[in-house]
């Protein structure tokens, strides 16, 4: 209870030098501003790319490492934020339609995933080692 009311305090004090025109105390608030809309968009992201990681982790049967990495690769294939695929994804998940883009890289990542799990490479080697036959 007593910590609560201190916080209210402190908040106040902030608030009381900034209306009193000390600069230096202004500048402080609007940083400080700017950092906590700052950790506020990086905690809403990180839930929506948590819940990303988690839907690959079911469509490939992966750990959380990997699931992360195969977000990250769609996403440089797209050349868009991992946030926004994230968000795209989860979207898809819900109903909306997954735009073409990121339809193809997700294909191509999991199969190329699904390739290097199995052990066996997904493209055709361009020299064989094996001879024909007469």
Do not use: Y
Request: net charge positive; with cysteine; aromatic share 2%.
């Amino acid at each position: 209870m007593q910590r609560t009311t201190v916080i209210q305090q402190e908040r106040w004090e902030l608030r009381a030098e900034a209306t009193w025109g000390n600069a230096p105390a202004q500048q402080d608030v609007v940083a400080l501003r700017a950092e906590n809309n700052q950790l506020r968009r990086a905690l809403a992201s990180r839930a929506v790319i948590d819940q990303a990681r988690g839907m690959m982790m079911i469509l490939t049967p992966c750990h959380r490492g990997a699931a992360r990495k195969l977000l990250v690769d769609v996403s440089r294939q797209c050349d868009a934020r991992l946030p926004e695929v994230a968000a795209a994804l989860v979207a898809a998940w819900e109903g909306k339609a997954l735009p073409e883009h990121l339809q193809k890289a997700m294909r191509r990542t999991v199969r190329r995933f699904n390739a290097d799990t199995q052990g066996c490479d997904s493209r055709p080697s361009s020299g064989s080692s094996r001879r024909k036959r007469p």
